[in-house]
């Protein structure tokens, strides 16, 4: 019995050195920092700002009521995605149509995840979550979005199929990717007569592809694929 008790106390003696030991304990940071990472930090929104130039329009009216309408019965689900700012200010990387609809019903504060990425890393995840999360979207929008995308990936000289990377997030084809960035060679004006569906995708990309030709020289594969289409027209 005395033997037992002796192996007992000697247990105990280890056992507790052992939670008191730093060594001991299964302390992982990387899990640490990457459950604090997805934290929401409550943050006013006089200390919110927008991202300037952003591809992606405000909500129309219809849609920023039906918004404001979930807000009022199920607060805000979904937490906003900001990046600090020098001047001490947390910039809006997803978000800009909850923190208009909250702020029209007087919300003061709102939940954010704070995120310290450069300008590059910002733009993507600007882009990311706004073609993820939304349904709807102008062509002028997802033109954008795409030649923001195209322009990091290659500053970056990112080593990937970019055209069958977003083929396959967006569920459309890899002509469609290439006719939404050829887009952005059409005038303001025409981008609007696509936005509101006064001209298809297709024919806008005719369009675009003269605006090329003219603007490349004329030995560019773009002046003999435009040369071409006119000849057959």
Not at 59 to 74: F, L, Q, T
Not at 109 to 131: I, Q, R, S, Y
Not at 178 to 206: G, H, S
Request: contains cysteine; hydrophobic residues 30%.
């Amino acid at each position: 019995d005395e033997l037992e008790e002796e192996l007992k106390e000697e247990f105990d003696k280890q056992f507790h050195e052992a939670l008191d030991s730093e060594e001991e304990l299964d302390y992982d940071e990387d899990e640490e920092d990457a459950e604090h990472d997805n934290q929401a930090t409550m943050i006013k929104i006089e200390n919110l700002e927008d991202y300037p130039d952003q591809p992606f329009r405000a909500y129309s009216e219809e849609k920023e009521n039906e918004m404001m309408d979930s807000i009022k019965v199920n607060g805000i689900i979904q937490d906003l995605i900001v990046r600090p700012l020098e001047n001490g200010k947390y910039q809006i990387l997803s978000g800009h149509n909850r923190k208009r609809c909250a702020e029209k019903l007087g919300f003061k504060e709102l939940p954010c995840k704070v995120k310290d990425v450069d300008d590059d890393e910002a733009k993507l995840m600007l882009v990311d979550t706004n073609l993820i999360q939304r349904k709807e979207f102008y062509p002028s929008e997802t033109a954008k979005a795409l030649k923001i995308k195209r322009e990091i990936y290659r500053k970056k000289d990112v080593k990937s199929d970019f055209f069958g990377e977003i083929s396959k997030e967006q569920n459309m084809s890899r002509g469609n990717v290439q006719r939404y960035l050829r887009l952005n060679f059409l005038t303001p004006e025409m981008m609007e007569r696509v936005d509101n569906k006064e001209m298809t995708i297709k024919i806008a990309e005719t369009y675009c592809e003269a605006a090329l030709a003219i603007a490349t020289p004329a030995t560019s594969r773009w002046h003999t694929i435009t040369k071409k289409r006119f000849n057959n027209t």
